[in-house]
């Protein structure tokens, strides 16, 4: 009995082997979670010699509703016709009902968060906008996250999420549970939930609403969502402690020398850039667990608060890079930059950097107010994070947006002054 993964996996927006040719995909690990539901790893193999571990749920002999009929249909196996669960709200009522109740399937393990309600009873439906995992919403009370393509090792996500939902930190969406399988001698983390924020909206989409509107005004939110991060990293640090580093000189030159390669307008900027960061080389910091890929997308507000949001770390780093340690100040460097990209992105006028301005100030206005420290005082740092954040975009937006390019380079042009 196999299904054929081959075929239906590559048209899935999650699969992560566009470019590379598959030559094999194989379910390697089958777990049963009751009668018709089937926990699957699948494994793709390519013809370059790399492979992918991916889950896949599959209910069996479960027509979903006629807008995904398409789409959820995997195939054919000994008679029976396999669906992706995601789409039988039966099926994802049912992984809610394990996960409520702490239980075990084979190699996995489910787990509630103490002292948690888990919406078993709310009615499931797939979330659209889904990206590298699968997400469905139960009600207005929670979301449930299935990773696709799994790894072995701890999941910052969860593991942040669970120390910021137990401390009581109000600026995150609490966790309320999670699963997980094994691979080898570790864990492999295959899903979560956390509790869903009713009324929300994306911090990108305000802050870009604001941008261009000329009477726009974000700067009371940028000041809330300043005191919001600052309150994250000082749970953060309370929770998992902190220590003393210096600034990472060899990541960052070697970061330079990648977009340097492909972006060939950061070349007269090159020298000046280097000797920003190797001037860093003894100068101490204060290291802590971080968000690590903090950006207005990854902010939502509510109709109270601002939660953060994404605790994945830099995005395409091993996990072991992701969760070390680092200073707070990256986290601030991005929201700084991701500021310049909601004003500059529909060109380069004085109002846009009037907007830029007064928001990124207003944001460190409101960490200042809640940290007790002001992340502008070691302005060495922050422009060191920023600068190593724009060199990494200038590469990205030369290979991939070319009509973008100017706005790192402009901030490159700045930080540098
Ligand atoms: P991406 O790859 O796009 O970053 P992701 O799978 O990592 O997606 P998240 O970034 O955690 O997922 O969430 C994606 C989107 O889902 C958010 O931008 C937000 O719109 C929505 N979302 C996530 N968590 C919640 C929540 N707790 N409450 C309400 N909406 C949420
Ligand atoms: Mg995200």
Sequence with gaps: ?????????????WFAGGGRELSTATAVSVIALRDGLDLMLVDAGYVDGTSERYQVLVSWEAEPAAEYAERARIGTAAGRTGFDAV?????AQFLMTLIAASAGRGDVTFSAE????????????????????????????????????ITPGINPDIELNRVLGRAGDPNVARLLGSYETRWGAEPCPLGMVTAFAPGSTEGWELASASARDPHGDFATDSYRLGAAVASVHRTLAEQLGSSTSAFPVETALSRLDSAAAVA????????????????????????????GDLHLGQVL?????????????????????RRRPDSPLRDVAGMLRSYEYAAYQEGGTQRAREWADRNREAFCDGYTEAAGTDPRARADLLSAYELDKAVYEAGYEARYRPSWLSIPLRSIERLLE
């Design 1 to 13: 009995m196999s299904l054929p993964f081959a075929e239906w996996l590559p048209a899935q927006r």
């Design 87 to 91: 789409y039988d709200p039966d099926a």
């Design 114 to 149: 103490p002292l948690v309600d888990l919406p078993v009873d709310e009615p499931p439906r797939v979330f659209g906008a889904e990206q590298s995992n699968s997400s469905v919403i139960f009600g207005r009370a929670a979301i449930l996250k299935v990773f696709r393509r």
């Design 264 to 291: 060939a307008d950061l070349t007269p900027f090159a020298d000046r850039i280097r000797a920003r960061f190797d001037a860093l080389r003894d100068v101490p910091m204060t290291v802590q667990r971080i968000h």
């Design 301 to 321: 507000r509510t109709p109270d608060t601002w939660l953060v949001i994404d605790f994945e770390g830099e995005p395409g780093a091993p996990t072991t890079e």
